[in-house]
C-alpha cells in the first residue's frame, strides 16, 4: 500500500510541475501581444492632411478622391531596426475593427510616408526600398480611405505605427492579423494618429 501510495504522489508531483510548466509557456507566448498592446504610446504621429483628432478631408476618403495622406513620425525608440503602420476603424460595424491599410518592412530612417503613394503591393520610392503594402479589409492592397455608412456615428481612423526591434523583411500579402503575429516580441514602441470622418 505505501509502495502504491508514493507512485500515485510521484504522479501528481509530475502533473503538477507539467501543469506549471505549460502555464509558464502558455503566458511567455501571450505576453509579448499583451505588452505590446497595453503599451504607452511614445511615437509622434502627424500628418499634414488633419490634425491628431481633426476630421479627414474629403479628398482622402473613399467617397472623394481616396488619396493617400502624408503620415509622418518622430521620436523613435532607440534601437529602431523597422516600421511598420496599421490603419483601422474600430467604430465600423463589423466583429473586429475595419482594416483600411496595412504596411511594413518600412525602413527605420524614413521619415514619412509621402501622400498620394501608390497602393502597389511592392513601394518603388526612394527611402521607402523594401516597403510593403498588405492586404485591407476588402482583400486588396494599400491605402483604402475612410467611407463609413450613414449611420449617424462619428468614425474614428486610427493610424498606428508600430517601431521594431529587427528587419523583418516579411513576405508580401499579409493582412493585419499575420501582420502583428509576425512583429509579436518584436515591438519597441508604438505611436497612433487618430483622425475623424462622419459621411452625413
Do not use: C
Not at 506549471?20 to 504610446?41: F, G, N, R
Not at 483601422?88 to 530612417?109: E, G, L
Not at 526612394?126 to 455608412?149: A, C, H, K, S
Amino acid at each position: 500500500m505505501l509502495y502504491h501510495a508514493m507512485i500515485i504522489n510521484t504522479v501528481h508531483k509530475v502533473r503538477s510541475v507539467s501543469t506549471q510548466y505549460l502555464a509558464m509557456l502558455a503566458l511567455m507566448i501571450v505576453l509579448p501581444t499583451a505588452q505590446a498592446a497595453e503599451m504607452e504610446d511614445t511615437i509622434t504621429v502627424s500628418s499634414t492632411a488633419f490634425e491628431h483628432h481633426g476630421t479627414v478631408p474629403l479628398a482622402y476618403s473613399a467617397y472623394g478622391d481616396n488619396t493617400v495622406p502624408s503620415i509622418t513620425w518622430s521620436d523613435l525608440p532607440e534601437g529602431t531596426q523597422q516600421l511598420a503602420l496599421v490603419m483601422d476603424d474600430p467604430i465600423a460595424p463589423t466583429p473586429q475593427p475595419f482594416v483600411h491599410w496595412v504596411a511594413y518592412n518600412i525602413p527605420a530612417d524614413a521619415e514619412g510616408l509621402p501622400e498620394g503613394l501608390t497602393r502597389e503591393a511592392e513601394v518603388n520610392v526612394d527611402g521607402l526600398e523594401g516597403m510593403i503594402n498588405g492586404v485591407n479589409g476588402l482583400r486588396q492592397t494599400g491605402y483604402f480611405g475612410p467611407r463609413p455608412p450613414k449611420d449617424g456615428k462619428l468614425h474614428a481612423y486610427h493610424f498606428r505605427i508600430y517601431a521594431l526591434d529587427s528587419e523583418l523583411d516579411l513576405p508580401a500579402g499579409l493582412n493585419k492579423a499575420e501582420l502583428l503575429e509576425a512583429i509579436d516580441g518584436h515591438v519597441l514602441g508604438t505611436g497612433m494618429l487618430m483622425g475623424h470622418y462622419e459621411e452625413k
